[in-house]
């Protein structure tokens, strides 16, 4: 055996995968983008729960209430109690009559931020437990598909190899090679097939689809929430308290309405505004991550394309985007350290842009076959009469030892 083919040999099998790859930890099933904003979104208002209940249990009680000098030590403490667990408003008005505003936001306001990041969860829950067997199936059957894809073509140029060193008519060999691709030997349609089947599905675009319509809709209410519920008390530092109840009621000295101060009003202001304003930046970051579907990720087709399995961009089938194919291309590309085979093939991709036009390179056979030394498809095998005769044309003639000087 000659040392081009000898070379040969060692460049395929050194391109080949491991036939039985260490076990994969598991595919990630959420994109990068997704992740974040479900982090954010729950874990912001768990955060500002925390702080919230850090505030109580510092500040103690929650109002300080401006009582008489005449009230004893426990009437103070009774009142201040009252006060906060009431959170009643008594404002008088210029004829004489007394309005009631509540503001239970304050007490009620740790536990609807609970609410918030319960109701957050929501969407990410609806996509794990709906799509997770349906999404993990796919990926692992087309993880495997590709990689195998990939082996396959370079099997299938080692096997040509073979056959081109103890192939006694090259000629006869490149009309076999013609013929194979005629009747496409060398294709493996199962992959293609089932990825153009998932054109027609929309049971993962859907839920996808649900998932952040649901986010959207959550993230409106707890900003007008916000908004609306929150402004009334949100500058609001004091207010009069009603304090005529169980034993003061009778006591005719003591005082019926008496003023009373939020202690931590700044952490409420803060909380409310924190809140508010970053789940505001993550409507337009879900709004961006919805966009992705409206149109396909062809770079990562294009890597895929120099498989002879994998053709849907060259042939035009990909139509609208909305469907499940995009969204297992996007969760592919999100897996691209489980894709052995895509570091590889986007070098094979590089280097075919590199290559000449005129040598009609379409698939990884045909680049890989052209690397050792066998054009399969334009030229004559490089051990051929024609190629031999032109070598041996294009070598510069010895020098006779009568010659020269």
Request: proline share 4%; glycine share 2%.
């Amino acid at each position: 055996m000659s040392l081009a083919n000898r070379a040969a040999e060692y460049m395929l099998s050194d391109a080949l995968l491991p036939d039985h790859p260490p076990n994969k930890k598991g595919l990630c099933l959420e994109l990068p983008l997704d992740r974040i904003i479900k982090l954010v979104s729950i874990g912001l208002p768990l955060l500002l729960v925390s702080l919230a209940f850090a505030r109580e249990i510092s500040t103690g009680s929650q109002v300080n209430c401006f009582t008489p000098n005449n009230f004893t030590e426990k009437q103070v403490e009774y009142v201040d109690k009252h006060c906060w667990h009431s959170l009643t408003h008594h404002d008088f008005n210029l004829d004489g009559s007394v309005s009631v505003q509540s503001l239970w936001i304050h007490k009620v306001f740790p536990y609807t931020l609970m609410i918030v990041a319960v109701a957050m969860y929501i969407p990410a829950a609806l996509w794990k437990y709906i799509s997770k067997s349906l999404l993990n199936s796919d990926l692992h059957f087309i993880v495997d598909e590709l990689d195998k894809s990939y082996n396959r073509s370079i099997k299938t140029v080692q096997h040509l190899l073979n056959t081109h060193t103890t192939c006694s008519d090259p000629h006869l060999f490149l009309e076999e090679i013609k013929s194979a691709r005629l009747v496409r030997y060398f294709e493996f349609p199962l992959l293609e097939r089932y990825l153009t089947s998932k054109q027609h599905s929309h049971c993962l675009v859907l839920t996808y689809l649900l998932r952040n319509i649901l986010l959207l809709i959550f993230i409106i209410l707890t900003c007008v929430y916000l908004g609306i519920f929150h402004l009334t008390v949100f500058y609001q530092e004091e207010f009069t308290c009603h304090i005529k109840t169980r034993f003061l009621r009778t006591d005719i000295s003591k005082s019926e309405f008496i003023n009373c101060k939020f202690v931590s009003l700044s952490i409420f202001q803060i909380i409310s505004v924190a809140n508010a304003a970053i789940y505001i930046l993550l409507v337009p970051i879900i709004i961006f991550n919805l966009s992705k579907l409206c149109y396909w990720d062809k770079h990562f087709l294009n890597v895929y394309e120099m498989l002879p399995a994998f053709d849907l961009l060259s042939k035009k089938m990909l139509g609208c985007p909305i469907n499940d194919l995009n969204i297992i291309i996007l969760f592919l590309r999100a897996n691209i350290s489980e894709l052995k085979s895509f570091s590889r093939l986007s070098v094979l991709c590089t280097l075919k842009d590199t290559t000449e036009k005129n040598k009609n390179i379409e698939t990884v056979v045909d680049f890989m076959s052209l690397l050792v030394g066998m054009d399969v498809e334009t030229s004559s095998p490089p051990d051929s009469p024609t190629t031999k005769a032109k070598s041996d044309a294009t070598q510069p003639m010895p020098i006779s030892q009568n010659e020269g000087y």
